[in-house]
């Protein structure tokens, strides 16, 4: 990561989205939250509507001016909209252009193909680590990237006002900015989103296949797993197709991990398998913890609770009462029963309180 900090700069709009999906709109809620102009572009003339209609801005018109322009079009188009954004503002030096796609080397090497490196220079890649597995429009939040790493991507030929603009949205819309080169950010991602997407893509596809009554014993860890491989398949194709040197080989090393654990367990191998299993163990540790700390053992208090209004309401007014603070919640729901278990985590300490604070209110709980 590169960590020359760009010269301030001042973000005062107009501010133009080019596709108004849910990134998109997105942008748009949280630009005009900050009281910033807003205008909106889309080759569908509905979703524009309906950005609109949701407050995020209205439909650009020729001779707008905008200041910035945030290109949220599909992968497979994002290239060429940066290249046609660029050329229409050519006359126009102080347009910073930048886009919210997922993969940067081989999308910078296709502007600078398309515009020549002097134009290009006006371009500075951006990535928000944020999403939903719903899209569109209606979709969309101001609040999607609070709290949320979005990855800057400086070129060489950059100048420091463009970095720094875009660097003024980010913080804007409530999220981190990280400063990566286009590569690094391409390592990144492929390892910590394209090749988990995949591989639960994988996981969750032996589940299309299964007997129902193998279904009804799907828990919490299976959701886990699986949950983002509900992501649009034509969508996700899209980004890892675009990133795939760096996927390769990543499922490379998955491959091989996989071939590791057949070759332990067909030859009952205790002792290998426990070695990978607490490799896993230790990449979990390694994720980052609570505000980007480091991880800290989290005990679960498991509660259960009937499948009616009000009651989570009523279960943290007794965690609060208790004076422990919840670090993170989960829920499952009983398959045959109206009822449901909420997963309580807290501090390492705090566990066995919990677990006794909410007794003493009438909650059946276990650890």
């Given at each position: 990561?590169?960590?020359?900090?760009?010269?301030?700069?001042?973000?005062?709009?107009?501010?133009?989205?080019?596709?108004t999906?849910?990134?998109?709109?997105?942008?748009?809620?949280?630009?005009?939250?900050?009281?910033?102009?807003?205008?909106?572009?889309?080759?569908?003339?509905?979703?524009?509507?309906?950005?609109?209609?949701?407050?995020?801005?209205?439909?650009?018109?020729p001779?707008?001016?905008?200041?910035?322009?945030?290109?949220?079009?599909?992968?497979?188009?994002?290239?060429?909209?940066?290249?046609?954004?660029?050329?229409?503002?050519?006359?126009?030096?102080?347009?910073?252009?930048?886009?919210?796609?997922?993969?940067?080397?081989?999308?910078?090497?296709?502007?600078?193909?398309?515009?020549?490196?002097?134009?290009?220079?006006r371009?500075?890649g951006?990535?928000?680590?944020?999403?939903?597995?719903?899209?569109?429009?209606?979709?969309?939040?101001?609040?999607?990237?609070?709290?949320?790493?979005?990855?800057?991507?400086?070129?060489?030929?950059n100048?420091?006002?463009?970095?720094?603009?875009?660097?003024?949205?980010?913080?804007?819309?409530?999220?981190?900015?990280?400063?990566?080169?286009?590569?690094?950010?391409?390592?990144?991602?492929?390892?910590?989103?394209?090749?988990?997407?995949?591989?639960?893509?994988?996981?969750?596809?032996?589940?299309?296949?299964?007997?129902?009554?193998?279904?009804?014993?799907?828990?919490?860890?299976?959701?886990?797993?699986?949950?983002?491989?509900?992501?649009?398949?034509?969508?996700?194709?899209?980004?890892?197709?675009?990133?795939?040197?760096?996927?390769?080989?990543?499922?490379?090393?998955?491959?091989?991990?996989?071939?590791?654990m057949?070759?332990?367990?067909?030859?009952?191998?205790?002792?290998?398998?426990?070695?990978?299993?607490?490799?896993?163990?230790?990449g979990?540790?390694?994720?980052?913890?609570?505000h980007?700390?480091?991880?800290?053992?989290?005990?679960?208090?498991?509660?259960?609770?009937?499948?009616?209004?009000?009651?989570l309401?009523?279960?943290?007014?007794?965690a609060?009462?208790?004076?422990?603070?919840?670090?993170?919640?989960?829920?499952?729901?009983?398959?045959?029963?109206a009822?449901?278990?909420?997963?309580l985590?807290?501090?390492?300490?705090?566990?066995?309180?919990?677990?006794?604070?909410?007794?003493?209110?009438?909650?059946?709980?276990?650890?």
């Amino acid at each position: 990561m590169s960590e020359a900090a760009p010269r301030p700069a001042t973000l005062t709009g107009p501010v133009e989205i080019v596709g108004t999906g849910l990134l998109g709109t997105s942008i748009a809620l949280a630009c005009r939250r900050a009281g910033l102009e807003v205008l909106l572009s889309d080759v569908s003339p509905e979703h524009v509507r309906t950005a609109s209609g949701l407050g995020a801005g209205r439909p650009a018109q020729p001779g707008d001016e905008p200041q910035l322009v945030v290109v949220a079009v599909p992968p497979a188009f994002l290239g060429a909209e940066i290249a046609t954004v660029l050329r229409a503002r050519r006359s126009r030096d102080d347009v910073v252009v930048t886009d919210v796609g997922s993969v940067k080397a081989g999308l910078h090497a296709q502007v600078v193909r398309a515009v020549g490196p002097e134009l290009a220079a006006r371009y500075v890649g951006s990535h928000p680590m944020a999403g939903s597995e719903r899209s569109g429009p209606l979709a969309a939040s101001y609040a999607l990237f609070e709290g949320r790493p979005w990855a800057i991507t400086r070129h060489e030929g950059n100048p420091a006002r463009a970095v720094a603009l875009v660097e003024e949205l980010v913080v804007l819309c409530g999220a981190l900015p990280v400063r990566f080169t286009p590569e690094e950010h391409d390592r990144a991602v492929a390892r910590t989103s394209h090749v988990p997407h995949l591989v639960a893509a994988l996981v969750a596809a032996r589940l299309a296949e299964a007997p129902g009554e193998h279904l009804a014993l799907s828990g919490q860890g299976v959701r886990d797993v699986t949950r983002v491989a509900a992501g649009s398949p034509e969508l996700y194709g899209q980004i890892v197709a675009a990133n795939a040197e760096a996927v390769v080989d990543l499922l490379g090393q998955v491959r091989s991990g996989l071939d590791a654990m057949i070759a332990a367990l067909t030859a009952e191998d205790g002792v290998r398998l426990r070695a990978l299993l607490a490799r896993g163990v230790d990449g979990t540790r390694a994720i980052p913890g609570k505000h980007g700390g480091p991880v800290r053992p989290t005990p679960s208090v498991f509660v259960s609770v009937p499948d009616e209004p009000g009651v989570l309401a009523r279960l943290f007014a007794a965690a609060g009462e208790s004076e422990v603070n919840i670090e993170d919640v989960r829920i499952e729901h009983d398959l045959g029963r109206a009822v449901g278990l909420v997963e309580l985590i807290v501090e390492e300490s705090r566990g066995d309180h919990l677990a006794a604070s909410l007794e003493s209110r009438g909650w059946v709980t276990h650890r």
